[in-house]
């Protein structure tokens, strides 16, 4: 099977500072594009798709990127990215795909998404808690917005660092730099705004699910996921051993075995 003809997969990333969707995914996108047609686009608020960003590109999102400015709160980001998402998914002529959803970007996304869409959506993988657990005491990075202070923000995303130096040093680089472009931080920091909005009822997602979490997670614990799941109508928890709240970097060939193995099921 060629990637072009295997199952769309919208791989959906994390809410990090910096974050953009080929970084995110760069561990395990080549070895799940030789089973999957993989699209993965970087989500409002981030990469591509900030306002005010200098970088040429075509907005995908239903909304203008301009006004994101009037997004605030997680659930209002997340609602947005859905759309996007489903704009996306409209625009390449896809019926209906499976979704990978990172943490509390990407992951809330997905489960916005599988809220309002179900009949667009046959699996999804949902990683670290999608987004569910406590929001942090406080925004992350911006407050102290150096080279060191995006190092040590990305070494709690893996469980033991030394494993991963040069990655880390590379991705501190890529991070900080995005993470200072024009309207990055005050889309940032209007994540974490209070919602006026109710959050996803997991209860109303029906769609098959397999929620993925780090034995060693230093973001999100466990115990996130497992009440996601025991909400869901659908849902089933594989914790990985060894790995913390990147699974996929940590764990790439397990990540890649347990999302084909469900995803093909």
């Given at each position: 099977?060629?990637?072009?003809?295997?199952?769309?997969?919208?791989?959906?990333?994390?809410?990090?500072?910096?974050?953009?969707?080929?970084?995110?995914?760069?561990?395990?996108?080549?070895?799940?594009?030789?089973?999957?047609?993989?699209?993965?686009?970087?989500?409002?608020?981030?990469?591509?798709?900030?306002?005010?960003?200098?970088?040429?590109?075509?907005?995908?999102?239903?909304?203008?990127?301009?006004?994101?400015?009037?997004?605030?709160?997680?659930?209002?980001?997340?609602?947005?990215?859905?759309?996007?998402?489903?704009?996306?998914?409209?625009?390449?002529?896809?019926?209906?795909?499976?979704?990978?959803?990172?943490?509390?970007?990407?992951?809330?996304?997905?489960?916005?998404?599988?809220?309002?869409?179900?009949?667009?959506?046959?699996?999804?993988?949902?990683?670290?808690?999608?987004?569910?657990?406590?929001?942090?005491?406080?925004v992350p990075f911006y407050d102290e917005p150096t080279r060191e202070s995006m190092?040590?923000?990305?070494?709690?995303?893996?469980?033991?660092?030394?494993?991963?130096?040069?990655?880390?040093?590379?991705?501190a680089d890529l991070r900080l730099e995005q993470a200072l472009r024009p309207g990055?931080?005050?889309?940032?920091?209007?994540?974490?705004?209070?919602?006026?909005?109710?959050?996803?009822?997991?209860?109303?997602?029906?769609?098959?699910?397999?929620?993925?979490?780090?034995?060693?997670?230093?973001?999100?614990?466990?115990?996130?996921?497992?009440?996601?799941?025991?909400?869901?109508?659908?849902?089933?928890?594989?914790?990985?051993?060894?790995?913390?709240?990147?699974?996929?970097?940590?764990?790439?060939?397990?990540?890649?075995?347990?999302?084909?193995?469900?995803?093909?099921?």
């Open positions: 099977m060629t990637p072009s003809t295997g199952p769309a997969v919208v791989l959906l990333h994390g809410g990090g500072p910096g974050v953009d969707a080929a970084s995110n995914w760069a561990s395990v996108r080549p070895q799940l594009a030789e089973h999957f047609h993989c699209l993965a686009p970087d989500l409002l608020g981030f990469g591509t798709q900030i306002a005010g960003t200098q970088i040429a590109g075509t907005p995908i999102a239903g909304i203008p990127i301009a006004d994101t400015a009037d997004l605030h709160g997680p659930v209002a980001w997340a609602r947005a990215r859905a759309r996007q998402v489903l704009d996306l998914l409209d625009e390449q002529e896809l019926t209906r795909v499976h979704l990978i959803g990172n943490s509390a970007a990407g992951g809330a996304a997905a489960l916005a998404l599988l809220a309002t869409a179900p009949e667009r959506v046959e699996r999804a993988v949902l990683m670290g808690g999608a987004g569910t657990g406590r929001a942090p005491a406080a190092r040590a923000t990305l070494a709690r995303l893996v469980a033991d660092e030394s494993d991963h130096e040069e990655l880390l040093d590379d991705l990055a931080e005050q889309a940032f920091r209007s994540m974490f705004d209070v919602d006026d909005q109710p959050p996803v009822d997991p209860a109303a997602v029906s769609t098959p699910v397999l929620a993925l979490h780090g034995q060693h997670d230093r973001i999100s614990p466990i115990d996130v996921s497992a009440r996601l799941v025991d909400a869901l109508a659908c849902g089933c928890l594989e914790v990985v051993a060894g790995a913390g709240h990147w699974i996929h970097v940590d764990r790439p060939n397990e990540f890649c075995n347990l999302v084909r193995e469900f995803l093909n099921a």
